[in-house]
């Protein structure tokens, strides 16, 4: 079964980068069977999509984060992470990443990340 697991720092100082690393269990992200999603759910509002990492490794990033957001994939750890930089307190949110291959979802539990001085 596909399992992934959310992990970061939980707090973050404005200005600062956040990194969140997805382990991923009972797959491997080297193959194409899976497209890897994150998306974040603050206080009080609803899902917001920030972007995918494609199974051919091409990242696409919701434009109101693109210019300050990147994804990447360690194949050797079996992990997919996302970057975001100059953080704010309006990115403080649950975030949760997400393994679907058209039939199925995946997610992981989510983890909190509040955004502090």
């Known amino acids: 079964q596909v399992r992934l697991q959310e992990s970061g720092p939980g707090l973050v100082k404005p200005s600062q980068t956040l990194s969140l690393t997805c382990t991923v269990s009972?797959?491997?992200?080297?193959?194409?069977?899976?497209?890897y999603t994150w998306l974040r759910q603050a206080p009080g509002k609803g899902l917001e999509w920030m972007g995918i990492?494609?199974?051919?490794?091409?990242?696409y990033i919701s434009p109101s984060l693109k210019s300050r957001t990147s994804f990447s994939k360690d194949t050797a750890k079996n992990q997919f992470s996302l970057q975001l930089n100059s953080v704010t307190p309006n990115d403080t949110a649950m975030y949760y990443c997400?393994?679907?291959?058209?039939?199925?979802?995946?997610w992981g539990q989510g983890t909190q990340v509040t955004v502090s001085s």
């Open positions: 990492l494609s199974d051919d490794g091409t990242a």
């Open positions: 997400v393994a679907q291959d058209g039939l199925s979802d995946y």
């Open positions: 009972g797959t491997s992200v080297s193959t194409s069977q899976y497209i």
